[in-house]
């Protein structure tokens, strides 16, 4: 099983709501990844987490706020939000942070509008 | 520069091959990766290269790396239709604290 999930597959919020993005993987892996992707646009690293650690946060803004509650779940949780913030985010994993083991697996994306 | 960088678009003939090349920027990545995206889809690991090696064939998908040029190429032999996709290169940088940089995707179509 390669699957990564995420949940929900579309979400419209406007600029005063709260909400979260999940994913979820039961390949044991250690490291899990939040992606932005705009249209026509490659992804962008935003937070990876190593063994339920942050190890990198790529200066993302704080209305950004990721949660690792334990290995197999990663949450993005969304509050104030801008309209420039509209994308695909993307979920991924990988057995773990280390180079020597570095296949990244992705989840199919929450595709988020902000009105 | 500090894209990887491919070109935007490319059209084949269904049954041909199809080319993809891709310029990469650091000459220390350890892996090099073929990414695949269909329409309102997330990313698909197509195959992946080691550095040490200079080529990889995985059924119709043959890559070529070029370690001193930092060129790489995915040869998708036989397309079909169902290779309409962006397709991604993208290295991983560093080593203790390795990232995936992507290129800017090649958007493949084919023609009946």
């Known amino acids: 099983d390669t699957e990564v999930t995420q949940t929900p597959k579309h979400l419209v919020m406007g600029m005063t709501n709260k909400k979260s993005l999940k994913c979820e993987q039961h390949?044991?892996?250690?490291?899990m990844y939040w992606y932005k992707q705009k249209a026509k646009k490659p992804p962008e690293l935003m937070f990876v987490?190593?063994?339920?650690?942050?190890?990198i946060n790529e200066s993302v803004p704080s209305r950004f706020s990721p949660e690792c509650p334990n290995s197999s779940l990663l949450n993005l949780h969304l509050h104030a939000l801008q309209p420039e913030d509209s994308a695909l985010y993307l979920c991924?994993?990988?057995?773990?942070?280390?180079?020597?083991?570095?296949?990244?697996?992705f989840g199919p994306g929450t595709r988020l509008t902000v009105t | 520069g500090e894209d990887v960088e491919q070109s935007l678009f490319l059209s084949v003939r269904e049954g041909d091959s199809s080319v993809i090349n891709c310029t990469y920027t650091?000459?220390?990545?350890?892996?090099l990766y073929w990414y695949k995206q269909e329409p309102g889809a997330g990313l698909q690991l197509l195959t992946y290269?080691?550095?040490?090696?200079d080529m990889k064939q995985d059924q119709r998908l043959t890559v070529l790396l070029n370690k001193k040029d930092k060129h790489l190429s995915l040869r998708i032999a036989d397309t079909q239709t169902g290779d309409s996709a962006i397709y991604f290169c993208?290295?991983?940088?560093?080593?203790?604290?390795?990232?995936?940089?992507f290129g800017s995707g090649t958007r493949l179509s084919i023609r009946p």
């Open positions: 991924a994993s990988s057995q773990d942070f280390a180079a020597s083991s570095y296949e990244q697996y």
């Open positions: 390949m044991g892996h250690r490291a």
């Open positions: 987490y190593s063994y339920e650690k942050l190890s």
């Open positions: 650091d000459s220390s990545s350890t892996y």
């Open positions: 290269i080691f550095s040490n090696m």
């Open positions: 993208a290295e991983l940088r560093g080593s203790s604290a390795s990232k995936i940089i």
